[in-house]
């Protein structure tokens, strides 16, 4: 049974730390498409005609960009008139880097560039993009300020298109009304496209999704580089594009029936738009009316608006307890001020929480140390019966009321907690750049200086000395080694797993010294 133990120990310590090596295992990044060159793309020559030629002639005469900045205390953006869509994107609280002279994240870079949320009418397979003129060239808002951006504009089809965008101070949330006037003498069928377009597409280097994501209300469909092209016919709770910090999102919000499409091109590229289906007798008008998010995956903000859009944030396996965790974590924060006080108070309420369970732990590993010399003599007087050994071995830790492998089970119980907070550091941008003090400036980052995790690797070495040995010498010598090895693996985790690590053992450490000074309880 001491070899069980140990195993079992030594294969719950295997998951904790190879949790993050099996996941990249498991989703490795893939290999991207290579673009296909525009000259291999091109048509032949008709008649002779050289192809340069014949591209100045096609060539659609330049049209007039008319730029308009919306400023909030949020973002900053550039609306252009060429469809009405996104032009930069730049959120005022989220840097690229932890640089002094860092830029401002511009999310037009990645989850909503060229020209996202434009508008482009289709009919008859032809596509139009709409060429509108702006109602202000700026709006500034200050707190608590709303303010409106109405684009109007003429399709060569004779439909009227106006595009009003509504923004409230403080929030990431556009709403977006869409009419259009059938001003023409024929009637019109089509549809009305609002697209979204991203440079991204697969899993990023860490394995986390990259590209569209619908929420269909009945799954979430995070769209790979296997499916080229997905689409549906009903209306979809939301529809978007990812990566593992930001999103960018169309939620529809009239009830008109709406198609929507999600694809990954060639080159790093991939797109998701809703449909909206148009029949326009002369004279007849038409209204969508729809909302978009471009912003960070911040899971409170995302939960308030209660309609999935917190699944976005990609908490892997053990999204049950990484959700409550950062619930928890946001909570202390706000109080707190800092994450990494966050982390320390939740290991500590942790360890209070299962302070029974370590009690009893240590003072049954303290009892099989004890009984050593008896198993020991058990194991040699009925060497060469094992099922006897077994049988007289689960009569003494009967008679001890003792439970062999009670003393792992801490260990095993902290596993899923261990893991959530992996999740949780990895991929809650509130943790993102988040500061703990002194040399630690991103406690989703490692410890530059590598100081917290030998640290760590210290108290781990201190307090597998202090825990009562329930082994023979030989497997007691492979236990010391595991310290050295946790704390190589650890030098490039998180430092924000380190510092739970690090303060869970200093916390153990001092429950070992109180029980183990505490005298054991008599048996009945």
Same mark, same amino acid.
């Given at each position: ?8 120990? +030594? ?17 490795? !990044? ?14 032949? !020559? ?15 005469? !330049? ?26 994107? /730049? ?10 002279? @860092? ?12 020209? @996202? ?40 089809? *004779? ?14 949330? +556009? ?18 496209? +609002? ?6 597409? *697969? ?14 209300? /009945? ?6 580089? #296997? ?23 169309? +939620? ?55 309609? *999935? ?81 077994? #049988? ?19 260990? %095993? ?34 410890? !530059? ?59 153990? %450490? ?15």
């Amino acid at each position: 049974m001491d070899k069980r133990v140990l195993i079992a120990v +030594i294969l719950s310590m295997g998951i904790l730390f190879f949790y993050p090596y099996l996941i990249q295992m498991i989703f490795p !990044p893939q290999q991207r498409p290579q673009a296909v060159h525009k000259e291999e793309a091109a048509p032949s !020559p008709v008649n002779g005609a050289p192809a340069q030629t014949r591209a100045a002639v096609a060539a659609p005469a !330049p049209v007039k960009e008319d730029l308009t900045t919306v400023e909030t205390p949020l973002f900053k953006a550039g609306f252009t008139s060429l469809g009405g869509g996104v032009k930069s994107f /730049e959120l005022k609280q989220y840097r690229s880097t932890l640089k002094a002279d @860092s830029p401002v994240e511009d999310i037009a870079n990645t989850v909503a560039m060229s020209n @996202s949320f434009k508008t482009d009418i289709i009919s008859n397979g032809v596509s139009e993009s709409v060429t509108f003129q702006p109602s202000s060239n700026g709006l500034v808002l200050g707190d608590n300020d709303t303010g409106e951006l109405t684009y109007t504009g003429t399709t060569k089809s *004779g439909l009227r298109v106006e595009k009003k965008y509504f923004f409230t101070a403080g929030s990431y949330f +556009i709403r977006t009304e869409l009419k259009i006037d059938n001003a023409s003498s024929h009637p019109f069928a089509g549809r009305a496209d +609002i697209t979204l377009v991203s440079n991204l597409a *697969g899993k990023d280097k860490y394995g986390y999704h990259t590209g569209p994501i619908i929420d269909t209300k /009945e799954k979430l469909v995070r769209q790979t580089e #296997k499916e080229a092209r997905k689409s549906g016919t009903d209306r979809p709770r939301w529809i978007g594009l990812e990566d593992k910090y930001f999103l960018s999102a169309i +939620i529809p919000k009239t009830d008109t029936p709406v198609s929507w499409v999600g694809s990954v091109l060639a080159a790093d590229s991939s797109t998701a738009s809703v449909q909206v289906p148009l029949s326009l007798a002369p004279g007849a008008q038409a209204a969508y009316s729809y909302n978009t998010f471009l912003g960070p995956k911040e899971y409170d903000l995302l939960v308030k608006q209660k309609i *999935g859009l917190e699944e976005a944030i990609e908490f892997g396996w053990f999204g049950f307890m990484a959700k409550p965790f950062l619930v928890v974590l946001n909570f202390f924060q706000r109080y707190l001020g800092n994450y990494g006080l966050a982390i320390i108070l939740i290991t500590v309420i942790i360890k209070i929480i299962f302070y029974p369970l370590t009690k009893h732990s240590l003072n049954s590993m303290k009892e099989m140390s004890k009984i050593q010399p008896q198993l020991a003599a058990l194991k040699e007087k009925y060497k060469d019966n094992k099922e006897k050994l077994n #049988k007289e071995m689960m009569e003494l830790y009967k008679r001890y009321k003792i439970n062999p492998v009670g003393g792992c089970l801490p260990m %095993i119980l902290q596993i899923p907690v261990f893991i959530a907070l992996y999740e949780v550091l990895y991929v809650a941008i509130e943790l993102r750049h988040a500061p703990l003090f002194l040399w630690i400036h991103d406690l989703s980052d490692k410890d !530059p200086y590598y100081i917290t995790p030998v640290i760590m690797g210290a108290t781990m070495f201190i307090q597998q000395k202090m825990t009562p040995s329930t082994v023979d010498p030989n497997q007691a010598k492979i236990m010391l080694i595991m310290p050295v090895i946790f704390t190589f693996m650890f030098l490039n985790f998180p430092s924000g797993l380190v510092l739970y690590w690090l303060v869970n053992n200093v916390l153990s %450490i001092a429950q070992q010294y109180y029980i183990q000074r505490a005298p054991s309880p008599a048996k009945a």
